[in-house]
C-alpha cells in the first residue's frame, strides 16, 4: 500500500511545491492510517490542516481506497 500512497502523493506535490511547500511520507500502518510531515512553508501554514484534510486526505482516498485517515506529525 505504501507504494500506491506515494504514487497519490506524487500527484499532489506540485500543488504544494507551487507554494513553498512539500510533504515526506513517514508511515502507513496495516489498519490504513498515513502519517505525513508537511515540509517547507506547508510545515508552517495556518491552512495547512485544511491542506491536509481537504486536499490531501480526500486525493489519497480516493486513489487508495484502504486509506482510512491522513495525520500529520
Known sequence: MREKVEKALDKVRP?????GGNVELVEVTPDGVVKLKLQ???GCCPMSQMTLKMGIERILK????????????
Not at 15 to 19: H, T
Open 15 to 19: 500543488m504544494l511545491a507551487a507554494d
Open 40 to 42: 517547507g512553508s506547508c
Open 62 to 73: 480516493q486513489e487508495v481506497p484502504e486509506v482510512k485517515e491522513v495525520i500529520a506529525i
